[in-house]
């Protein structure tokens, strides 16, 4: 079996970043380390190099070296070469792969193969002629909205089918006017499928995600405003407010555990509560003085909704309004 190395990429990365990386070992002292991209060669794993659009072009064309000619010289004085010319020079000096490894001398594995994958969204600008000649293109169609359905509807059985309708109405609606309006942006299937989540759990509140999964509150006036007429075509109101909601608490022993349930309005949430004689514990989740207010209410109870849905959960807000107390409290 191959192991796989995956290498996310990035717009700055430089050609040094690809193929090795300065670290300190356990004497202090600083060296240099392969990349999961040259581990991959020498064990003859699969790299899947993620995002090789981000890439500068010439950054992409220097791995040409490695991938086509099957040799590349290492920022530490070591270099990789072919099977055939790893084997040859083994022959001619008389010595193993460990003592040619020693003197940082590596072969690029037969079994080595490169996974790259590029989003086409910004274009090809980033596909030079100097790295067209290194990888065999295979191009995938994005799923229809019957597939994107399917999907969805597979991975959510319980997820109402009229429910699953208004969401691809306005997934349509959107992508329709994205094709006509550049400052829009469709829904990603990875989108479309969180929002799924949270709909098998609160069928009632369908415009809510979709409206946090556009991040709608920080988006400017005129946005917001174009959201909201998509949001009508596609028969999605404003979820109506609820009234004054209230914290209950319930700790239950279960086994060896002591479970607290943690209830706001029809939602609930139970967590296992940290032992009491555990000081690190406590460091790491003080005992709250918590002020209930409506609006920090009703954020702790989106924060359970999208951590029962199985998502990670990311506060954002100006310092001082709150966002420890809030994660604090949910623990």
């Known amino acids: 079996a191959h192991s796989v190395h995956t290498v996310q990429l990035y717009s700055d990365m430089t050609t040094r970043d690809l193929l090795q990386r300065r670290v300190t070992n356990e004497a202090g002292d600083t060296v240099w380390q392969c990349t999961a991209l040259m581990q991959a060669a020498k064990d003859g794993g699969v790299a899947i190099l993620d995002g090789v659009d981000k890439l500068k072009p010439g950054c992409l064309a220097y791995l040409q070296r490695l991938l086509v000619d099957g040799e590349v010289a290492l920022y530490d004085g070591g270099i990789f070469k072919t099977q055939e010319e790893f084997d040859l020079l083994r022959q001619k000096l008389q010595c193993s792969e460990e003592e040619l490894n020693a003197q940082k001398i590596y072969k690029v594995h037969k079994s080595f193969r490169v996974i790259a994958l590029a989003s086409s969204s910004a274009g090809l600008k980033w596909l030079q002629h100097e790295s067209q000649c290194m990888f065999s293109y295979h191009y995938i169609r994005p799923l229809s909205l019957e597939e994107t359905k399917a999907v969805a509807k597979g991975l959510n059985p319980a997820l109402d089918e009229g429910v699953l309708d208004s969401l691809m109405r306005f997934s349509e609606a959107l ?28 069928p009632k509140e369908v415009r809510s995600p979709i409206a946090q999964a556009l991040m709608y509150p920080f988006l400017p006036l005129f946005h917001q405003q174009k959201l909201d007429k998509l949001f009508e075509m596609a028969g999605l109101p404003v979820t109506p407010a609820v009234g004054s909601l209230e914290i209950r608490t319930n700790d239950e022993q279960r086994g060896q555990e002591l479970v607290r349930t943690l209830s706001i309005g029809d939602t609930s949430l139970s967590l296992p509560r940290m032992d009491v004689n555990d000081s690190i514990a406590h460091t790491l989740v003080p005992s709250v003085l918590f002020y209930d207010n409506p609006k920090h209410i009703e954020t702790l109870q989106n924060l359970m909704k999208s951590y029962k849905a199985g998502d990670h ?7 001082g309004v709150g966002k420890n107390k809030l994660a604090d409290r949910l623990l």
């Open 313 to 319: 959960l990311l506060l954002i807000g100006n310092q």
């Open 175 to 202: 992508s329709d006017a994205a094709d006509r309006d550049t400052t829009l942006h469709p829904l990603s299937l990875r989108q479309i499928l969180r929002i799924a989540r949270h709909l098998a759990l609160h």
